[in-house]
């Protein structure tokens, strides 16, 4: 007991020095788009959620339809890192256990921006995060700018 009393007094300020601030969120330079999500401008904590499959249905009643970046698009690696908080491999075993557990419906991967912006524009409830230099999305599918 002292001894777990200890060790949490002396690891404590080291875990509060390794959490970032409230509100101290890297800038990840990429734009949310979507279609027919009813979503609005989300934060990065609801746009992490979303990207990690923890929410199935929208306001708008249409099934969550999450693309990602497949590890032949340039940015995939960043995305995983920046967004998920894990590497390119961590983000598809990620997803490879929700989908065996039925817990989510399979992500769609691409190999480009292009592609992906193609994709959840025919593709109601599709939702994607593309980087925000690259040139296309439509205004009617970008839901929020993170630069």
Known sequence: MFTRLLLSLLLAPLAASAAPAAG?????GFILIGNRTGLEDPDLAAV???FRGEQAIW????TVLVVLPST???FSERFAQEI??????GMQR???????QGRA???VFLDSAAAIIDFVRKTPGAIAMVPASEPGPP???VLSQRR
């Open 105 to 107: 419906r399979s992500p």
């Open 24 to 28: 101290a969120e890297k800038a990840s």
């Open 59 to 62: 306001p708008t009643r249409e």
């Open 84 to 89: 998920l908080q894990l590497n390119r491999n």
């Open 48 to 50: 992490r959620a979303i």
């Open 139 to 141: 205004r009617d599918l």
């Open 94 to 100: 990620h997803w490879l256990a929700l989908v065996f």
């Open 72 to 74: 032949r698009a340039d």
